[in-house]
C-alpha cells in the first residue's frame, strides 16, 4: 500500500520551501479576513450561534491540509449546505430550541462518516447521479430560498418558513413591523454590495489599476462593510435602537464536542446526511477539479471522499457545523497565490486567533450587514445561462431541472433534489429503454458507413445493416427485438442482416436472450444474423457460453469486412 496515496501532504510537504510560504502565508491573511464574515453569516443561516461558524472554519482545514488532494481548495462553511444543515436538523427540533446544537453535530458527524465510507470504497460514482441540470437547478431554487429567508434581517422583523411560500407569506405579514433603521443599514450594505461587485472592479481597471487588485477589492468588498456598519453601530448606539446585532461571540478554543447516541436521532437524520454529503462532494469536487486544471495538475476524487468526510468528522468533534469546499474563498484563495493546502492551516489559525483575541470587536456587528452578505453571494449561484442552454439543447433536461427548481421552492430542498435525482434516472432509463438503431449503407468508395436517411450511400436489397448506438440490457432488450422485426418485415429480400456494435459497450443477460430470440426467428425466416466490431470485452462474455457457434451467421471485425464478403455472395 502506498501510503502517500492516503496522505497526499507526503508529496509536498517535503519539498516546501521559503517562497512557497511566504505565498502561502499571504494568500492565508486574505482568506482569513474574508472567511470570518462569511462563517458568522452562514453559522446564522443554519440557525446556530454565530460562533459555531468560526469553529467550522478550524478543525476542518487543518484535517484537509493533511488529506486533501486540491492544492487551493478552502473548505468550510457555504451557503447551500448551511441551508440542507438547518432544513434537516430544523424538521427534527426548532432552531432556538437548546437541543438544536446537538442535533446539528450529529448530522455533521454521520455526514463526515458516510463520506470517509463512500471514499474507502471508492463509491465517488454515487455524485454522478446528480446531473448537471438537477444540480442547476437545486442551487437556483435554494439561492432564492436564501435571498428571501435573509430579508426579514434587512427588514428587521422575525419571520420564517421551510419553503418558498411560507417565507414569503411570513414576510408579508411582518411588514408592518420593520424597522426603519435596521432596513436603512441593511439595504446601504446591500446596495453597496451590489454596486461593488458590479462596477469597482471595472472602475479600478480604468483608473489604471491591475488585474489582480481590481479583482481582490470587488471581493474584499464584505470586508469594509463589515467594519463600517460595525463602527456605526457602536458609535451611534443603533443596538439600543432595536438595530439586531451579533452580541458576544466567546472567546477561546472550540470546545470538544461528542455526537449523541441517541439512535432514533441517527435514523431520522441519515437522509438529510446522505444529501448534504452528496451535493457537498459535487461542489467541492467540481471547485477542486476547475481550479486544478488552471495549474495542469489533479486531484483524486476518492481521496477528496475521504478529506472531506474527516474535515466533518473533524467539525463535528470541535462544535462545528457541516462543511465543503467553498468556490468563492477557493477562489480567492488561488488568486491569492496560494501554492498549497498549508494556505489552509495558516488561514485555520488566523481564524483561532479572531476567536482567541479579536471576538469582542464583533459584538456590535449587524446581522442585517450578515444577510446583506450572504444575499450578494447567493444570489451570484441563480444561473440564467444554464437555464437558457439548457431549454435549447434539450427539453427533457430542462424538465428535470424545471421540476427540481419547483418542488425545491414548493417543498424545501430535500424533497426538491429527491426528484430531480428521481426524474434524472427516469429519463436516463427511458432514453436507453428506446436505444437509437440506423439502417446504414457504404459511403461509396470508403470504408465508411452512415444513416441511409441522412447520406447517399451505397445498399442492396438482399444485405441490410444496423447500427445499434446504445448498450443492451434488459430495458431496451425488447425494444431491439421489435425495431429488427419492423425493419426486416419491409424488405422480403433480405438474406443477411449485421448488427454494427461499435457503440455496444455490454450486453446482459436479458439482451443475450433477445440476441438468441434474433437469430432464431431470423433463422427460420431464411436469414442469416451477423455481428460486426464487437468489442473484446462484450466478446468475451459471449464467447464464454458459446454464442458465436450459436449464430447462423458470422462474427466480423469490421462493419466493411462483413459488406464486402457478403454482397461478394450476391
Given at each position: 500500500?502506498?501510503?502517500?496515496?492516503?496522505?497526499?501532504?507526503?508529496?509536498?510537504?517535503?519539498?516546501?520551501?521559503?517562497?512557497?510560504?511566504?505565498?502561502?502565508?499571504?494568500?492565508?491573511?486574505?482568506?482569513?479576513?474574508?472567511?470570518?464574515?462569511?462563517?458568522?453569516?452562514?453559522?446564522?443561516?443554519?440557525?446556530?450561534?454565530?460562533?459555531?461558524?468560526?469553529?467550522?472554519?478550524?478543525?476542518?482545514?487543518?484535517?484537509?491540509?493533511?488529506?486533501?488532494?486540491?492544492?487551493?481548495?478552502s473548505v468550510g462553511p457555504v451557503a447551500v449546505i448551511a441551508l440542507m444543515t438547518a432544513t434537516t436538523a430544523g424538521s427534527?427540533?426548532?432552531?432556538?430550541?437548546?437541543?438544536?446544537?446537538?442535533?446539528?453535530?450529529?448530522?455533521?458527524?454521520?455526514?463526515?462518516?458516510?463520506?470517509?465510507?463512500?471514499?474507502?470504497?471508492?463509491?465517488?460514482?454515487?455524485?454522478?447521479?446528480?446531473?448537471?441540470?438537477?444540480?442547476?437547478?437545486?442551487?437556483?431554487?435554494?439561492?432564492?430560498?436564501?435571498?428571501?429567508?435573509?430579508?426579514?434581517?434587512?427588514?428587521?422583523?422575525?419571520?420564517?418558513?421551510?419553503?418558498?411560500?411560507?417565507?414569503?407569506?411570513?414576510?408579508v405579514q411582518a411588514l408592518p413591523d420593520l424597522k426603519v433603521i435596521t432596513l436603512l443599514l441593511g439595504g446601504g450594505t446591500?446596495?453597496?454590495?451590489?454596486?461593488?461587485?458590479?462596477?469597482?472592479?471595472?472602475?479600478?481597471?480604468?483608473?489604471?489599476?491591475?488585474?489582480?487588485?481590481?479583482?481582490?477589492?470587488?471581493?474584499?468588498?464584505?470586508?469594509?462593510?463589515?467594519?463600517?456598519?460595525?463602527?456605526?453601530?457602536?458609535?451611534?448606539?443603533?443596538?439600543?435602537?432595536?438595530?439586531?446585532?451579533?452580541?458576544?461571540?466567546?472567546?477561546?478554543?472550540?470546545?470538544?464536542?461528542?455526537?449523541?447516541?441517541?439512535?432514533?436521532?441517527?435514523?431520522?437524520?441519515?437522509?438529510?446526511?446522505?444529501?448534504?454529503?452528496?451535493?457537498?462532494?459535487?461542489?467541492?469536487v467540481s471547485v477542486g477539479q476547475t481550479l486544478a486544471a488552471k495549474r495542469r495538475e489533479r486531484i483524486e476524487p476518492d481521496?477528496?471522499?475521504?478529506?472531506?468526510?474527516?474535515?466533518?468528522?473533524?467539525?463535528?468533534?470541535?462544535?462545528?457545523?457541516?462543511?465543503?469546499?467553498?468556490?468563492?474563498?477557493?477562489?480567492?484563495?488561488?488568486?491569492?497565490?496560494?501554492?498549497?493546502?498549508?494556505?489552509?492551516?495558516?488561514?485555520?489559525?488566523?481564524?483561532?486567533?479572531?476567536?482567541?483575541?479579536?471576538?469582542?470587536?464583533?459584538?456590535?456587528?449587524?446581522?442585517?450587514?450578515?444577510?446583506?452578505?450572504?444575499?450578494?453571494?447567493?444570489?451570484?449561484?441563480?444561473?440564467?445561462?444554464?437555464?437558457?442552454?439548457?431549454?435549447?439543447?434539450?427539453?427533457?433536461?430542462?424538465?428535470?431541472?424545471?421540476?427540481?427548481?419547483?418542488?425545491?421552492?414548493?417543498?424545501?430542498?430535500?424533497?426538491?433534489?429527491?426528484?430531480?435525482?428521481?426524474?434524472?434516472?427516469?429519463?436516463?432509463?427511458?432514453?436507453?429503454?428506446?436505444?437509437?438503431?440506423?439502417?446504414?449503407?457504404?459511403?461509396?468508395?470508403?470504408?465508411?458507413?452512415?444513416?441511409?436517411?441522412?447520406?447517399?450511400?451505397?445498399?442492396?436489397?438482399?444485405?441490410?445493416?444496423?447500427?445499434?448506438?446504445?448498450?443492451?440490457?434488459?430495458?431496451?432488450?425488447?425494444?431491439?427485438?421489435?425495431?429488427?422485426?419492423?425493419?426486416?418485415?419491409?424488405?422480403?429480400?433480405?438474406?443477411?442482416?449485421?448488427?454494427?456494435?461499435?457503440?455496444?459497450?455490454?450486453?446482459?443477460?436479458?439482451?443475450?436472450?433477445?440476441?438468441?430470440?434474433?437469430?432464431?426467428?431470423?433463422?427460420?425466416?431464411?436469414?442469416?444474423?451477423?455481428?460486426?466490431?464487437?468489442?473484446?470485452?462484450?466478446?468475451?462474455?459471449?464467447?464464454?457460453?458459446?454464442?458465436?457457434?450459436?449464430?447462423?451467421?458470422?462474427?466480423?471485425?469490421?462493419?466493411?469486412?462483413?459488406?464486402?464478403?457478403?454482397?461478394?455472395?450476391?
Amino acid at each position: 500500500m502506498n501510503i502517500r496515496q492516503y496522505l497526499p501532504i507526503l508529496e509536498w510537504l517535503p519539498a516546501y520551501r521559503l517562497a512557497t510560504l511566504n505565498q502561502d502565508l499571504l494568500a492565508a491573511i486574505i482568506v482569513t479576513v474574508m472567511l470570518v464574515p462569511q462563517s458568522l453569516a452562514y453559522a446564522m443561516l443554519a440557525g446556530l450561534p454565530p460562533e459555531v461558524g468560526l469553529y467550522a472554519s478550524i478543525a476542518p482545514l487543518l484535517v484537509y491540509a493533511i488529506l486533501g488532494t486540491s492544492r487551493t481548495l478552502s473548505v468550510g462553511p457555504v451557503a447551500v449546505i448551511a441551508l440542507m444543515t438547518a432544513t434537516t436538523a430544523g424538521s427534527i427540533v426548532a432552531p432556538e430550541s437548546e437541543s438544536y446544537l446537538t442535533m446539528v453535530i450529529l448530522l455533521t458527524f454521520i455526514s463526515g462518516g458516510m463520506l470517509t465510507l463512500m471514499g474507502v470504497f471508492r463509491l465517488g460514482f454515487l455524485a454522478n447521479f446528480l446531473s448537471h441540470p438537477v444540480i442547476s437547478g437545486f442551487i437556483t431554487a435554494s439561492a432564492v430560498i436564501i435571498a428571501f429567508s435573509q430579508l426579514k434581517h434587512l427588514l428587521g422583523v422575525s419571520a420564517s418558513g421551510h419553503n418558498f411560500p411560507e417565507v414569503l407569506a411570513a414576510l408579508v405579514q411582518a411588514l408592518p413591523d420593520l424597522k426603519v433603521i435596521t432596513l436603512l443599514l441593511g439595504g446601504g450594505t446591500l446596495l453597496f454590495l451590489f454596486a461593488a461587485r458590479r462596477w469597482l472592479g471595472v472602475a479600478m481597471l480604468r483608473l489604471g489599476c491591475s488585474q489582480g487588485i481590481a479583482s481582490g477589492a470587488g471581493r474584499l468588498a464584505p470586508i469594509l462593510a463589515v467594519v463600517v456598519t460595525t463602527w456605526m453601530t457602536a458609535q451611534f448606539s443603533l443596538a439600543e435602537k432595536g438595530v439586531a446585532v451579533v452580541g458576544e461571540v466567546p472567546a477561546g478554543l472550540p470546545p470538544l464536542a461528542m455526537p449523541t447516541s441517541d439512535w432514533s436521532l441517527w435514523g431520522q437524520l441519515w437522509v438529510g446526511a446522505l444529501l448534504i454529503s452528496i451535493v457537498g462532494f459535487v461542489e467541492s469536487v467540481s471547485v477542486g477539479q476547475t481550479l486544478a486544471a488552471k495549474r495542469r495538475e489533479r486531484i483524486e476524487p476518492d481521496q477528496e471522499l475521504i478529506a472531506l468526510g474527516c474535515s466533518n468528522l473533524g467539525a463535528a468533534f470541535s462544535t462545528g457545523m457541516p462543511v465543503t469546499g467553498g468556490f468563492s474563498r477557493s477562489v480567492v484563495n488561488f488568486d491569492a497565490g496560494a501554492r498549497t493546502p498549508a494556505a489552509g492551516a495558516f488561514t485555520a489559525l488566523g481564524i483561532l486567533a479572531v476567536i482567541l483575541w479579536l471576538t469582542p470587536l464583533l459584538q456590535t456587528l449587524p446581522i442585517a450587514t450578515l444577510a446583506a452578505t450572504i444575499i450578494i453571494a447567493v444570489l451570484s449561484l441563480i444561473d440564467f445561462h444554464a437555464i437558457r442552454h439548457t431549454w435549447r439543447y434539450s427539453k427533457a433536461d430542462f424538465s428535470a431541472m424545471l421540476i427540481t427548481v419547483v418542488i425545491t421552492l414548493l417543498q424545501g430542498v430535500e424533497a426538491g433534489i429527491l426528484a430531480g435525482v428521481g426524474l434524472s434516472l427516469a429519463l436516463h432509463v427511458y432514453r436507453t429503454s428506446r436505444p437509437h438503431t440506423a439502417v446504414v449503407g457504404r459511403v461509396a468508395g470508403t470504408e465508411h458507413f452512415r444513416n441511409v436517411e441522412r447520406h447517399s450511400v451505397e445498399t442492396t436489397p438482399e444485405l441490410l445493416v444496423i447500427r445499434v448506438d446504445e448498450s443492451l440490457y434488459f430495458p431496451n432488450a425488447r425494444y431491439l427485438e421489435d425495431q429488427i422485426q419492423a425493419l426486416v418485415s419491409q424488405r422480403p429480400k433480405v438474406r443477411h442482416l449485421v448488427l454494427s456494435c461499435q457503440a455496444v459497450n455490454h450486453i446482459d443477460a436479458s439482451a443475450l436472450d433477445s440476441l438468441e430470440s434474433i437469430n432464431a426467428r431470423l433463422k427460420d425466416a431464411g436469414i442469416k444474423l451477423h455481428l460486426a466490431e464487437v468489442k473484446g470485452p462484450v466478446m468475451d462474455r459471449l464467447e464464454l457460453i458459446g454464442f458465436p457457434k450459436q449464430l447462423s451467421g458470422a462474427m466480423f471485425m469490421s462493419t466493411f469486412d462483413a459488406w464486402q464478403s457478403l454482397k461478394a455472395e450476391h
